[in-house]
């Protein structure tokens, strides 16, 4: 019905084609500017695994460790280099970015079929330009396919909604679309418990539907799903000791209020709070009008602020881009919202049939669209100094033009400068082997703040970083023994400023007094020790 739909609207047709390249124009621009993260530089060693031997693992000391979480990640980003033959930072986002694209593609249906093609325009054009959009779109991590993923078990959800007696075929969709969604990233988990009141909701006047048999077949499924990634989980960590803890640990919900933690306006202030979302936010809170009256638009309207509620008090690791696998839900709301508070206030002012009256209403619309669009673009809209980041925090997902550390230049300065015999102390293993080819010896953490691996392969009694398995410098006597037993030692800080995390303060003032900076670039530093 709907790609008849669209078959017969050539205007939709040329306007879906027109956002289609508008989107991947802001993505594909400047997809290779910014150096690898550590998430992505994480999931490429991932990626080469996957080249090496069809899954993804890395090697960490003497133990191959294969990938216990975003499990279906490194197989999507695979793909490009396969093409290409060598991985690269275009080859490893490309796939972001179709992603990306695929969800906007998505919004346009979805709105055009619910809500029609003035809604759908202004929807994707506030994807298309929104920074956080743009910056997640071209990022190689889990972000984009989980947002696509979660974008689909949705709307197959509303599908099964909208029957009567759920067909198998659609059930089992939804229950495959949630395992893509699952397995690239957990806390998409979130989605049952937010899906489950949703359906309560819209079923409240038949219950039974619940418990129809095609249903209860997916319900099966979703849970052995669940069973079965946790288990691997579990069954994949054992056999290694670690000390600390991190992410990775946490497979379930917690009582966010027992905790000391717990933080239930994090989410408000960090999304809300963004200098791209403060007038769009406004839309999306006053819109609340638009939610009581038009029930698809509800759907969509509670998916978001529930999932909201839900992290906020449920997932105790709190992070900002940890909403953006529900963006889509409040970009359709508040596109939703200013096309019907348009046409409202177009259908009051035709009343008047007064070409003034008309030509002023359709300039406050135009200049009303002009604003919201350019909002939602750090480019032309900032409105916060650099100092003052709106409570934010470090954040570098929420303006285009803020760099991120510098892994490549340091690196590269050590691959040009190292002698042989030298050692390598690194706190970046992963970007630094990617960028450069070297292997760094080291990793000093005096505060432990990231988990290290004990390898019981060997015997000597050393910790090892949880990246690639280099010895872990655990205080500041290890680091001394080092410098005494060798003539030159290279140390990648980077991030600099996350140093004081995982140094203490006497070795950081220690590094910083007998150390010489040979490159400094944004939030990286390449130092040399010689004897």
């Not at 069809?54 to 216990?68: K, R």
């Not at 093609?117 to 989980?146: D, E, K, R």
């Not at 008090?313 to 881009?321: G, I, R």
């Not at 872990?472 to 800080?493: C, H, Q």
């Amino acid at each position: 019905m709907l790609a008849k739909a669209m078959k017969n609207n050539y205007l939709a047709m040329a306007l879906l084609f027109v956002l289609v390249v508008l989107c991947a124009y802001f993505r594909v621009s400047g997809l290779e500017l910014r150096p690898l993260s550590i998430d992505e530089a994480t999931i490429v060693s991932f990626i080469q695994g996957v080249v090496a031997k069809g899954y993804p693992y890395v090697v960490v000391s003497t133990m191959e460790v294969p990938l216990a979480t975003y499990e279906l990640i490194p197989y999507f980003l695979t793909i490009p280099s396969l093409f290409t033959g060598e991985v690269t930072e275009f080859t490893v986002r490309l796939p972001s970015v179709i992603f990306s694209v695929g969800t906007m593609i998505m919004i346009f249906m979805i709105c055009f079929r619910q809500f029609g093609l003035f809604s759908a325009v202004i929807s994707c054009v506030l994807y298309s330009t929104s920074t956080w959009a743009i910056y997640w779109g071209q990022n190689a991590f889990h972000p984009a396919p989980t947002q696509f993923f979660t974008l689909l078990t949705v709307v197959l959800i509303q599908r099964l909604l909208s029957q009567n007696e759920p067909t198998l075929k659609l059930s089992l969709a939804v229950w495959l679309s949630f395992t893509f969604t699952y397995l690239s990233w957990e806390g998409s988990g979130f989605l049952l418990p937010v899906a489950a009141v949703i359906v309560l909701y819209f079923k409240r006047d038949n219950l039974l539907w619940i418990f129809n048999r095609n249903l209860l077949v997916m319900y099966a499924l979703v849970i052995l799903t669940l069973v079965w990634q946790g288990v691997r989980r579990i069954m994949l960590q054992e056999p290694h000791l670690m000390l600390g803890s991190g992410k990775g640990d946490i497979s379930l919900p917690q009582l966010g209020f027992l905790n000391d933690s717990w933080d239930p306006l994090f989410y408000l202030i960090n999304f809300f709070g963004m200098e791209t979302h403060l007038l769009v936010g406004l839309v999306f809170v006053v819109g609340f009008y638009y939610f009581l009256r038009l029930e698809a638009l509800r759907y969509f309207y509670l998916f978001f602020i529930l999932t909201v509620l839900f992290l906020s008090n449920f997932l105790l690791f709190y992070n900002a881009h940890y909403l953006y696998f529900i963006y889509p839900f409040f970009i359709i709301s508040v596109g939703v919202i200013i096309s019907n508070a348009v046409q409202d206030g177009y259908s009051i002012l035709k009343r008047d049939m007064s070409p003034i009256t008309l030509g002023i209403g359709l300039f406050a619309s135009a200049f009303f669209l002009l604003t919201v669009f350019a909002s939602i673009n750090s480019n032309f809209v900032q409105a916060y100094s650099i100092g003052n980041q709106g409570y934010l925090g470090v954040r570098l997902d929420y303006r285009n033009d803020l760099a991120q550390p510098d892994y490549r230049t340091v690196t590269a300065a050590l691959e040009k400068n190292i002698r042989e015999g030298d050692k390598v102390i690194s706190m970046a293993p992963m970007p630094t082997r990617l960028y450069s080819g070297i292997t760094s010896d080291y990793f000093l953490q005096t505060i432990t703040d990231r988990k290290i691996v004990y390898d019981n392969n060997l015997v000597t009694p050393f910790y090892r970083d949880k990246f690639i398995g280099s010895v872990v410098l655990r205080n500041f006597d290890e680091l001394k023994d080092l410098l005494a037993s060798n003539e030159r030692v290279w140390f990648v800080a980077a991030p600099y400023q996350s140093m004081p995390t995982v140094i203490d303060a006497d070795t950081v003032e220690f590094i910083d007094s007998n150390f010489r900076v040979i490159k400094e670039s944004y939030d990286a530093r390449l130092y040399l020790w010689t004897r």
